[in-house]
Nanobody, 116 residues
Framework: QVQLVESGGGLVQPGGSLRLSCAAS????????MSWYRQAPGKERELVAT????????DYADSVKARFTISRDNAANTVYLQMNSLKPEDTARYYC?????????WGQGTQVTVSS
């Protein structure tokens, strides 16, 4: 079955960096677009970044452009989110996501807290 397992979250000071990873299994990773979403307490889940199957195109939410970078390693079945210049408003649970054969799949999420 499809599994998405996120890691790399934690507590970081404002201005710091984190790199999230999402290990995928149970499907043909190289044909699936991948995305990162986040959800802060009391807020709706929002799309953060998306990457196409071969990694040739990426898209970002306006709030993270120029600070976050999504990438993927199809040989390792892993998608990454490099987060730089983190702000307190980036605090949220971050989820890996894919749509495969019409079904949407989510990981369990990893918590990112930006605080001094």
């Amino acid at each position: 079955q499809v599994q998405l397992v996120e890691s790399g979250g934690g507590l970081v000071q404002p201005g710091g960096s984190l790199r999230l990873s999402c290990a995928a299994s149970g499907f043909t990773f190289s044909v699936a677009p991948m995305s990162w979403y986040r959800q802060a307490p009391g807020k709706e889940r929002e799309l953060v970044a998306t990457i196409t199957r071969a990694g040739l195109r990426t898209d970002y939410a306006d709030s993270v452009k120029a600070r976050f970078t999504i990438s993927r390693d199809n040989a390792a079945n892993t998608v990454y989110l490099q987060m730089n210049s983190l702000k307190p408003e980036d605090t949220a649970r971050y989820y890996c996501n894919t749509v495969y054969w019409g079904a949407r799949y989510w990981g369990q999420g990893t918590q990112v807290t930006v605080s001094s």
